[in-house]
């Protein structure tokens, strides 16, 4: 029996115990007619599937983003590992939990980070994005640096948002010096500093922090709505001009590129064109990232998803 043993190490045959996350839970019935829990289960180095079988409760889709104490045993079924839990119960108090091996966090300096973005901001010369800039920091600073960007598919982890918005500032700073003649620095890196701002609002979030579920605002509205509006109120407040704060808008209600992927209306300048393919680069890294982290040099992946395609991990 093994204690606390992280996903990424398990292999079928082993028999585990401790605690990990519930990232998700539906209860089930087999072909039977007997009740049983399917679950997610997660720490800071991957996911597993279990079950728990002849399970009615109390344990189920209301504890997603508790943490579960559990004992079982790896198996393999139609090719995936797959943990069948005979003994679970939801933490306790007294427990003692590592929270720091079960929660997945972002791989950089989070103060460093946080500096980095704060420069960027004073480096604007145009004052009305620059103060637009610190009231949104203001309002939305502590949440900025600590939620995942994503759920899942990209930067799912704490200071997730920081990590991803802080490298796509950096890219849009040499793509503005790059573009110049094109480009509006001021506009672009405030755009993109503000883009997903609104996931603090689009998301719910567990105990620790984690994404578990979208908000009834995040499901009906989005997050580029809800930047957008709160940006114009901003900017309404600061006496920003009706057209600077017209063009931020349109960069966050249009970064998601297409309609099909989320946008409310298509880039129609340099700047939000940009913002598209700065987002798009940094998203799709870090799926790379993450994806090449569980693959050995010479293997393909599995098929990802979000990037519809397997990849290859070079020597």
Known sequence: MEY????????????VEGFYLIKGAWQKTTAA?????????????????????????????????KILKIRGRVTEFRGALQLVVD????????????????????????????ARVEALVDSLDDADYAAVCREMLRRHGEAFRSIPAAKSVHHGFLHGLLMHTGNMLRLADFLAGLYADTVDRNLLLAGTLLHDF???????????????????EGQLLGHLVMGAQEAAQVAAELGVPAEKSMLLQHLLLSHHGEPEF???????????????????????????REAMADLAPGEMSGRIFALDKRIYRHR
Do not use: H
């Open 4 to 15: 606390n043993k992280p996903i990424r190490s398990l292999a079928a045959g082993d028999e």
């Open 262 to 288: 989320g946008a409310a209306v298509r880039p129609a300048c340099a700047e939000s064109e940009l913002l598209v393919l700065i987002d798009n680069v940094d998203s799709r890294m870090e799926i790379y």
């Open 87 to 114: 003994k679970l119960r939801l933490r306790q108090e007294g427990d003692q939990v590592d929270l720091s091996a079960l929660v997945p966090m972002a791989p950089l300096d989070v103060d460093a980070a946080w």
């Open 33 to 65: 007619g007997k009740p049983f829990l399917s679950a997610s289960l997660g720490d800071a180095s991957g996911e597993v599937e279990a079950k728990v079988w002849d399970y009615a409760g109390p344990i189920g889709p209301g504890d997603v983003g």
């Open 198 to 216: 609104a996931k603090a609002r689009e998301f719910r979030f567990s105990e620790l922090g984690l994404v578990t579920e979208y908000s009834v």
